[in-house]
Antibody, heavy 121, light 108 residues
Framework: EVQLVESGGGLVQPGRSLRLSCAASGFTFDDSALHWVRQAPGKGLEWVSGISWNSGSVVYADSVKGRFTISRDNAKNSLYLQMNSLRTEDTALYYC??????????????WGQGTLVTVSS | DIQLTQSPSSLSVSVGDRVTITCQASQAISNYLNWYQQKPGKAPKLLIYDVSSLETGVPSRFSGSGSGTDFTFTISSLQPEDIATYYCQQNENLPPWTFGQGTKVEIK
């Protein structure tokens, strides 16, 4: 069974940093691209960032480019999102999502339960 | 960026009814259109990818169609467990990959 378990969320002040983690199991980790997708409270879904199987391709939404960094450790079956210079508009539930492909093609076939990030003073 | 507009934003239907949701893209997106189901308090679930391909394990009452800029998602006979918000999503070419604003399906 595919499992994705996010952690690292919490309450943080504007301008500060936070690092999210996603622990994966139940599939061949380095056969899949991975993504972060977020959902602000009561709102829709917004794709944030994606990374290919070997970290050779990383992509970001314009709203986080230059502030967020996605990375993965295939030896630890883990995905990360380093979030710097956080803004109030980054407040959301952050989901880790698996891609159907190795190349970060934008198909989100499995999702974790999310970790909540609240940016507030 | 490619914008997706879903309609309606919400609908109230009876068990057994046919449900149809449309998704219009701001430009042609070939076959790169997917549909997700999100139940309250849960993560989204991929139901249909590439316009009409049913994800493994998804009941056949769910279907998708369309091309170019206009796409349709259908539940042939609504079941109580289908109460959810449904999102279309495009993955045409390069990111950003965008979602529609969602359609909330409720029981009448």
């Amino acid at each position: 069974e595919v499992q994705l378990v996010e952690s690292g969320g919490g309450l943080v002040q504007p301008g500060r940093s936070l690092r999210l983690s996603c622990a994966a199991s139940g599939f061949t980790f380095d056969d899949s691209a991975l993504h972060w997708v977020r959902q602000a409270p009561g709102k829709g879904l917004e794709w944030v960032s994606g990374i290919s199987w070997n970290s050779g391709s990383v992509v970001y939404a314009d709203s986080v480019k230059g502030r967020f960094t996605i990375s993965r450790d295939n030896a630890k079956n883990s995905l990360y999102l380093q979030m710097n210079s956080l803004r109030t508009e980054d407040t959301a539930l952050y989901y880790c999502a698996k891609d159907k492909t190795i190349a970060a093609a934008g198909y989100f076939d499995y999702w974790g339960q999310g970790t909540l990030v609240t940016v507030s003073s | 960026d490619i914008q997706l507009t879903q309609s309606p934003s919400s609908l109230s239907v009876s068990v057994g009814d046919r449900v149809t949701i449309t998704c219009q893209a701001s430009q042609a997106i070939s076959n790169y259109l997917n549909w997700y189901q999100q139940k309250p308090g849960k993560a989204p679930k991929l139901l249909i990818y590439d316009v009409s391909s049913l994800e493994t394990g998804v009941p056949s009452r769910f279907s998708g169609s369309g091309s170019g800029t206009d796409f349709t998602f259908t539940i042939s006979s609504l079941q109580p467990e289908d109460i959810a918000t449904y999102y279309c999503q495009q993955n045409e070419n390069l990111p950003p990959w965008t979602f529609g604003q969602g359609t909330k399906v409720e029981i009448k």
